[in-house]
């Protein structure tokens, strides 16, 4: 009877869920190229100051003050991006603010690329700084939203690297490209991001809160595969919004909001504490102030292969090493770096030509010799790779991928602009002030503040950064409303 009872019962095979990665990936590269272009428009002066300081058109020729505009302004049109964003991003959705931002990058471009006068080259360097802030703060929540947990730290790493890939691609440009052409080069990345974007869904997230759940589903569908168990995230993910829908200002003072919102903002702004934007912008300048044997200009391409080598790195460690002890790695790194600089700057003389890229007689550059052979030069150069290096494994990315991990979801769009801007602020003022720093007290002086920068980063994220490694954003929201467990109860 049991064996009638086998052979008449039919085998049901129950269907495996499969989830495709593969129009994900698509998806975040589409998004990404934004970044690209953020990275190649920061840098954009670094190999360019050099010659327009000895530009033979008069209406070009840049002084000390014009290249600190010239070299900060992106950061303040980055602060205004930013602002821009915070309403974007909830107004337009995270997907259309990045395709906006397509529109100030590449007037912004044309602008510089015809230039004739250097209010142009400052007011497309303003323009493209637009475009940066609101990329900033659009895509680390968008591709946050559209991951998930097991590949969204790798992910999030995304735009930090596409970001120093794009710097790479200036600086290696720079080496044979007149300036001019550098501008027109940077248009491709932006026009091709706006339209692969076209073809790509919105963050599932954000059609839900606006009543969308039809498209939201087939936005999972599309993102997971059809064979993957996409109605279950979809069912999590809408009762998560679900308990978060209406709130008010005066939520702002419960520790679920101002908690993670805190922590986001000061990490931007000890992000930007630690001097990597004024080291990125003036590197070539840097370079021309501290007599290294190269010529600055491969050094800052060499550099640039050092930070697209880290980020690589940090984004295979990012969901195995955990983010803390990426953020401790990368805070002792950049710590002795700068504090070598330190030293060598206030130890070493320095050739007598300024940090705005007067380049060296040829007579002195014959005089030096065997000098610019001589292994303390190399200082400079392997303490800049060092900070690059240390940075972009951790105070680079994760501060991007913690912000659009920990925001809760119902301020995310507001709050993440706030980070930007105040990120950018924080980033022109110390762009603008650090030319007329060395150009008064030497190299020595800006490094060490940024050291002591370092030991507050450290400090900081043993005591307020939560470790987010293998955690949805349902659990991360969890940890902050419940102040004690990532683990959601089901009641």
Sequence with gaps: ATRKMDEK???IIKPTSRTSNARLYLAVFSAVLGNFNFGYALVYPSPVIPQLKNS?????RMDTEQIAWFGSIFTLGAAAGGLGAMLLNDLIGRKLSIMVSAVPSTVGYIVMGGAQATWMLHLGRFLTGIAGGMTAASIPVYISEISHPKVR???GSCPQITAVFGALSLYALGLVVPWQWLAVVGEIPALLMLLLLCFMPNSPRYLIICGKQEQACKALEFLRGPDSDFMTEFNRIELSISSQVHRQWSDLTTPFYYKPILISIVMRFLQQMTGITPILVYLEPIFHKTDVFLEPKYDAALVGAIRLLSVVIAASLMD?????????????????????????????????????????P?????QQGEAAFNTITLIPLISTMVFIFGYALGWGPITWLLMSEILPLGAR???SGL?????????????????????TYGLFVPFLFFSVVCVVNIIFTAVCVPETRNRSLEEIENYFRTGRSFTIIDT
Aim: hydrophobic share 45%; aromatic share 8%.
């Design 413 to 415: 769009g507001v709050a």
């Design 9 to 11: 019962t039919p085998l």
């Design 320 to 360: 195995k090493a955990g983010r803390k002890a990426l953020l401790y790695t990368s805070g002792f790194l950049m710590f002795l770096a700068t504090l070598t600089m330190n030293m060598y700057s206030h130890t070493t003389p320095c050739p007598s030509g300024n940090v705005t890229g007067t380049v060296l």
């Design 362 to 366: 040829t007579d002195l550059i014959a």
């Design 56 to 60: 033979d058109n008069p209406q070009l």
């Design 153 to 155: 730290g790798a992910l």
């Design 419 to 439: 980070c930007v801007g105040v990120s950018w602020l924080t980033a022109f003022v110390l762009s603008h002030v650090f030319i007329h720093v060395v150009e």
